[in-house]
């Protein structure tokens, strides 16, 4: 009998920027730490991703003693101060919520400003803040920070090799940012599971991920690849309208994950 195991681990500290493969990490309130903790917005507060600005995979960030730091290959790295409490604060959305968010400063907007090719803000998630998930899909307490809707996103390592197998042209994981990758397990096996626990950490699955045009945008270059794969998820993933692909998870208790930790199921 295959044992399902975690062998990719990802955060991403700024929401649409890049990511940040771990071999480990603490999971927290809203989700494993420093994961979306920052986010990009228009001068209005309004959010932007790669949806609209695919040249924002182009940034990467990393952690450095607990401080987030910007680079892009072209530009100087710029090490974003931690939040004060006399910080700014100013709204910003999130589909279709509104909160208060701690704005960095002008620095930090011109340099972000210049790397993303569009006059933009950074902002941080305030501590005191709590962000519900979807009552219709999550319990009282249940919270996240600036991800779309879920503290995780899980994708099997079966279910992107069926999808290459279906595809020209192969992609690696990354193109779908999830949180959490799963080998040992069927294509799309994720699909059917309600309860697991990886590791320490007790999940809820809490509703399957629909697609947009952010996993045709390539990575490495910042730019849209054309119509896949989501033409092809299409033909085998629809479901209300929408292509799915990975599914929402919710956490129980925090912890700590580390890859090769064993995935137990309670269907």
């Not at 990719?8 to 480990?24: C, F, H, M, T």
């Amino acid at each position: 009998m295959t044992i399902m195991k975690l062998s990719e681990l990802y955060i991403y500290p700024v929401k649409s920027l890049a990511g940040i493969a771990l071999s480990e990490s603490d999971v927290e309130q809203t989700g494993l730490k420093y994961d979306r903790r920052w986010m990009v917005v228009t001068p209005e507060g309004h959010f932007l991703t790669q949806r609209s600005q695919p040249q924002m995979a182009l940034v990467q960030t990393r952690i450095e003693n607990g401080q987030l730091l910007l680079s892009r290959h072209d530009m100087p790295d710029l090490l974003v101060p931690p939040v004060t409490k006399n910080a700014k604060r100013i709204s910003v959305t999130v589909w279709r919520d509104t909160l208060d968010a701690v704005h960095i400063n002008t620095e930090v907007d011109a340099w972000l400003s210049e790397a993303i090719g569009i006059e933009c803000r950074l902002v941080s998630f305030a501590d005191d803040v709590v962000r519900a998930v979807n009552p219709d899909y999550s319990r009282q307490g249940d919270s996240t920070a600036f991800a779309d809707g879920y503290p995780f996103l899980l994708i099997s390592q079966a279910s992107l090799d069926d999808l290459n197998s279906r595809l020209q042209t192969q992609l690696p994981m990354k193109r779908f940012r999830p949180n959490l990758v799963v080998t040992g397990c069927e294509p799309y096996a994720e699909d059917q599971w309600k309860q697991i626990q990886i590791g320490e950490i007790k999940m809820r699955i809490a509703k399957p991920c629909s697609r947009c045009a952010t996993t045709t945008v390539d990575p490495e270059t910042g730019q849209y690849t054309g119509k896949e794969p989501l033409r092809t998820l299409s033909q085998y993933r629809r479901q209300d309208n929408k292509v799915m692909f990975g599914q929402n998870l919710l956490h129980d208790n925090t912890g700590r994950l580390h890859l090769g930790d064993v995935v137990t199921l309670d269907l």
